[in-house]
C-alpha cells in the first residue's frame, strides 16, 4: 500500500493529517526528495505502526535510492536507542551518570551512507518524537553548523508531527 492511499483512506475525524500530509509531502517545496522522504520513513519507524512503515518505505522507494531508504531507517532504530540512553541522563538528578559513557554501538552514526545533513535531519525528527531534549538539541546544533536553515528544521519537525499523528489514526481507524 501506498502512503497516498493509507492516507486518503484515513476517517473524517483526522481529515486535518490528510490536509497537512498534502501539503508538507504531496506538495512538498521545502525539502530535496531525500530529506522528506528520509523524514517520512524515519518518522514512521519511530511510531512503531507497521502499516505506515510498510507504506512509507514502499512510497519512498518509488522516489529515492535505497540508500536513503535504509539510512533512514538507521537513524530511527539509533535514535531509539540513543533517545531512552539520553533522556535518562538528562531526566535524572543525580548527576554522575552524565558523566559516564554510553557504551551503545552506534556504528550507523557513520556508516549510513546517506548525505550527513539528511540523515542528521531524520536523527532530529525521530529525537523529537522520542522527546529526548538533549539528543534534539544536539541534532539542532549539528544541522545548523552543517548549512541547513531554521526554515528547514521547522519543515521536518512539521513532517515529523504529522506522520507521528497518522500513526494512532491508522491503528484506531
Known sequence: MSMDVLIDGLPDWAKDLRLNYSSLVRNNQDLTAEQ???????????????????????????VVSATVVEAAKTAAAVMGMNNIFYRFQHLSTNEKYSTMPARLRMNGLRTHGADPVDFELWCLAVSAINGCGKCVDAHERVVREKGATEEVVMQVIRVASVIHAIGPAVEAS
Request: with cysteine; glycine share 8%.
Open 36 to 62: 522528506l522522504w528520509g523524514t517520512v520513513v524515519s518518522c514512521a519507524v519511530a511510531t512503531r505502526n507497521a502499516k505506515l512503515t510498510q507504506a512509507a518505505v514502499a512510497s519512498a522507494g518509488a
